[in-house]
């Protein structure tokens, strides 16, 4: 009898490919497309929800995007355009029909429109403002006037509030009476008489109270109220860090004017790490699939030619050691170990200390005792590979001498990546530079040129 139970190579292939778009289905919705089947194409694209639909846009190509737009015409929503990366949204919104826009944008969130319109060139912008009613025309021009990147940008003005002297009772009557609450959330807010928000009551605790429980005695213990013009990445790091699920916004008088939601701040999150990584890589803090060709070549030309700065300062160090790296070939055969090895482990002491800053667990309290543990690291692996490589150096070259050099210069370049990975990230930070977007060339210009000078200099010393 055949064995039922899957194979862990299975499982593992079909974890990878959960959530992806199936590829029978993209191929029955390109089909639909080629024989115009509007019907078809419905009914295929019905079931998926709408970031899954967005998901399709940004991976077909130009031609059959436009072909599913028109035909799909007007089952397209306004949650699709909030799904879809910002360069295909541009692209997307141009295509659309006015009228089958317009409704699209009616259907989102203020702060979705608001997250719409900052990308948009004017003439869209203007389009899109004058589908919406003047009440919500209104809340998105005032949120527009907020900084970019701000609470005022990230937040929706549909807030649920109630007076704090209100009971459960008052409370539930008043939502069943109103027709225009938003689709979804997750607390009422109270104010007190100038509409300062003083407490956040859980929907869960409003259903399972008795009707003449005061709401104040219904509060969360945690309750935190976000500036209007807070950074977007301090409020998703507040959310992410106190456990919250929504916060009221206030303006500069204390004013409750909006609501910041978990989505939308863990979204902003998601965004910041992106940007990490894109710009430890050095290809830009926007780069996406979807950019164009020369787009990319703009986004990563100015990082290449930083990398080749380094890499001139690095050989110039080399140049020092002509006469050395002439009479000793293996020194030219061994020196980019050396190197490679240095960068490798900055780059990895890097990597943690800007994701530590970025997360506020590296600060001025314990800045020196994470210092001194990347050295002490930094020179345990040097010890461990110094053997190694001291080997290699007897073993290859038959030189003991030369195997106590490049020792040598393992464990002072693995100990200076450990110190600089580390240390010049928070340099940066209190300058105000950006410890992300700068890091990786300092750090690899450092450990090159200690690397070449530790090796080379020492073999001239020693060797020669």
Same mark, same amino acid.
């Given at each position: 009898?055949?064995?039922?139970?899957?194979?862990?190579?299975?499982?593992?292939?079909?974890?990878? &490919?959960?959530? #992806?778009?199936?590829?029978?289905?993209?191929?029955?919705?390109?089909?639909?497309?080629?024989?115009?089947?509007? $019907?078809?194409?419905?009914?295929?694209?019905?079931?998926?929800?709408?970031?899954?639909?967005?998901?399709?846009?940004?991976?077909?190509?130009?031609?059959?995007?436009?072909?599913?737009?028109?035909?799909?015409?007007?089952?397209?929503?306004?949650?699709?355009?909030? $799904?879809?990366?910002?360069?295909?949204?541009?692209?997307?919104?141009?295509? *659309?029909?006015?009228?089958?826009?317009?409704?699209?944008? !009616?259907?989102?969130?203020?702060?979705?429109?608001?997250?719409?319109? $900052?990308?948009?060139?004017?003439? #869209?912008?203007? =389009?899109?403002?004058?589908?919406?009613?003047?009440?919500?025309?209104? =809340?998105?021009?005032?949120?527009?006037?907020?900084?970019?990147?701000?609470?005022?940008?990230?937040?929706?003005?549909?807030?649920?509030?109630?007076?704090?002297?209100?009971?459960?009772?008052?409370?539930?009557?008043?939502?069943?009476? #109103?027709?225009?609450?938003?689709?979804?959330?997750?607390?009422?807010? *109270?104010?007190?008489?100038?509409?300062?928000?003083?407490?956040?009551?859980?929907?869960?605790?409003?259903?399972?109270?008795?009707?003449?429980?005061?709401?104040?005695?219904?509060?969360?213990?945690?309750? &935190?109220?976000?500036?209007?013009? &807070?950074?977007?990445?301090?409020?998703?790091?507040?959310?992410? &860090?106190?456990?919250?699920?929504?916060?009221?916004?206030?303006?500069?008088?204390?004013?409750?004017?909006?609501?910041?939601?978990?989505?939308?701040?863990? %979204?902003?999150?998601?965004? $910041?790490?992106?940007?990490?990584?894109?710009?430890?890589?050095?290809?830009?803090?926007?780069?996406?699939?979807?950019?164009?060709?020369?787009? /990319?070549?703009?986004?990563?030309?100015?990082?290449?030619?930083?990398?080749?700065?380094?890499?001139?300062?690095?050989?110039?160090?080399? =140049?020092?050691?002509? %006469?050395?790296? %002439?009479?000793?070939?293996?020194?030219?055969?061994?020196?980019?170990?050396?190197?490679?090895?240095?960068?490798?482990?900055? /780059?990895?002491?890097?990597? +943690?200390?800007?994701?530590?800053?970025?997360?506020?667990?590296?600060?001025?309290?314990?800045?020196?005792?994470? *210092?001194?543990?990347?050295?002490?690291?930094?020179?345990?692996?040097?010890?461990?590979?110094?053997?190694?490589?001291?080997?290699?150096?007897?073993?290859?070259?038959?030189?003991?001498?030369?195997?106590?050099?490049?020792?040598?210069?393992?464990?002072?370049?693995?100990?200076?990546?450990?110190?600089?990975?580390?240390?010049?990230?928070?340099?940066?930070? !209190?300058?105000?530079?950006?410890?992300?977007?700068?890091?990786?060339?300092?750090? /690899?210009?450092?450990?090159?040129? +200690?690397?070449?000078?530790?090796?080379?200099?020492?073999?001239?010393?020693?060797?020669?």
């Amino acid at each position: 009898m055949a064995d039922e139970t899957t194979s862990p190579e299975v499982e593992a292939e079909t974890d990878e &490919q959960a959530y #992806q778009l199936d590829r029978r289905a993209i191929s029955a919705i390109l089909y639909a497309l080629d024989v115009e089947d509007r $019907e078809q194409l419905v009914e295929l694209l019905e079931p998926l929800h709408a970031a899954d639909i967005a998901d399709l846009l940004e991976q077909i190509n130009p031609f059959d995007r436009r072909r599913l737009i028109l035909l799909y015409d007007r089952e397209f929503d306004g949650e699709i355009l909030s $799904e879809l990366d910002e360069v295909i949204r541009e692209e997307v919104i141009s295509i *659309l029909n006015p009228d089958v826009l317009a409704d699209a944008v !009616r259907e989102m969130d203020s702060d979705d429109v608001v997250d719409l319109l $900052e990308d948009l060139e004017e003439t #869209q912008h203007d =389009a899109i403002l004058g589908a919406l009613e003047d009440s919500d025309r209104v =809340a998105v021009q005032r949120s527009l006037t907020y900084p970019e990147y701000s609470a005022g940008r990230l937040m929706q003005t549909e807030v649920v509030m109630a007076p704090e002297h209100w009971s459960v009772g008052e409370a539930i009557d008043y939502l069943r009476s #109103q027709e225009n609450l938003p689709e979804q959330f997750y607390h009422v807010i *109270l104010v007190d008489p100038r509409m300062h928000p003083v407490g956040n009551v859980t929907l869960g605790k409003i259903m399972a109270s008795r009707r003449e429980t005061p709401l104040r005695e219904l509060t969360e213990s945690m309750f &935190q109220v976000i500036p209007v013009t &807070q950074y977007e990445g301090e409020v998703a790091y507040a959310f992410n &860090q106190y456990h919250l699920i929504s916060a009221p916004v206030v303006d500069e008088e204390g004013r409750l004017i909006g609501m910041i939601t978990i989505d939308d701040a863990m %979204a902003v999150l998601d965004e $910041e790490h992106e940007e990490d990584i894109l710009r430890l890589a050095g290809v830009g803090e926007e780069s996406s699939l979807s950019d164009r060709v020369l787009e /990319t070549t703009r986004q990563r030309l100015p990082w290449l030619a930083v990398n080749l700065v380094t890499a001139v300062l690095a050989s110039l160090v080399i =140049a020092q050691f002509e %006469a050395a790296i %002439a009479s000793l070939v293996a020194l030219a055969v061994l020196m980019p170990i050396v190197a490679s090895m240095g960068g490798n482990a900055g /780059t990895q002491s890097l990597t +943690v200390a800007v994701r530590a800053l970025a997360t506020k667990d590296l600060t001025g309290a314990n800045v020196w005792r994470v *210092l001194r543990r990347e050295v002490l690291v930094g020179l345990i692996n040097g010890l461990i590979f110094a053997l190694v490589m001291g080997l290699v150096g007897l073993l290859w070259f038959g030189s003991l001498h030369l195997g106590y050099v490049i020792a040598a210069a393992m464990v002072i370049n693995l100990v200076v990546a450990g110190l600089a990975g580390t240390g010049i990230p928070v340099v940066l930070q !209190r300058i105000g530079v950006d410890p992300a977007l700068a890091s990786g060339a300092f750090v /690899t210009t450092v450990t090159d040129i +200690v690397g070449f000078l530790a090796f080379l200099g020492l073999a001239a010393m020693v060797l020669l």
